[in-house]
Nanobody, 124 residues
């Protein structure tokens, strides 16, 4: 079955940076045929759209709260998507989830596969 594994989360001070990775695997999974997205969920909050990238990497979309600070990219040869997070704020603290989508969307309900998540904590 399809497996998405996030890495790169951790504790960082406000204003710092982190780079999250999501590696995909699966015998029948065609990574290059899927859009990839990142969502996050903080305690007591709804799951929030962070960013998404088309299968070719030609189109990227960002949630309003992260525009100008986060950058999404993908390497189809490595079956990996990256989320570069700069100028981090305490409100960015959340569990970050990687998702694979047949059709790019900011709606988490459109995701076909999910990773287990990686914790990002930004201290003041």
């Amino acid at each position: 079955q399809v497996q998405l594994v996030e890495s790169g989360g951790g504790l960082v001070q406000a204003g710092g940076s982190l780079r999250l990775s999501c590696a995909a695997s699966g015998r029948t999974f065609s990574f290059s045929g899927y859009a990839m997205g990142w969502f996050r969920q903080a305690p007591g909050k709804e799951r929030e759209f962070v960013a998404a990238i088309s299968w070719s990497g030609s189109s990227t979309y960002y949630g309003d709260s992260v525009k100008g600070r986060f950058t999404l990219s993908r390497d189809n040869a490595k079956k990996t998507v990256y989320l570069q997070m700069n100028s981090l704020k305490p409100e960015d603290t959340a569990v970050y989830y990687c998702a694979a989508e047949q059709h790019i969307s900011s709606d988490s309900r459109a995701a076909d596969y999910w990773g287990q998540g990686t914790q990002v904590t930004v201290s003041s």
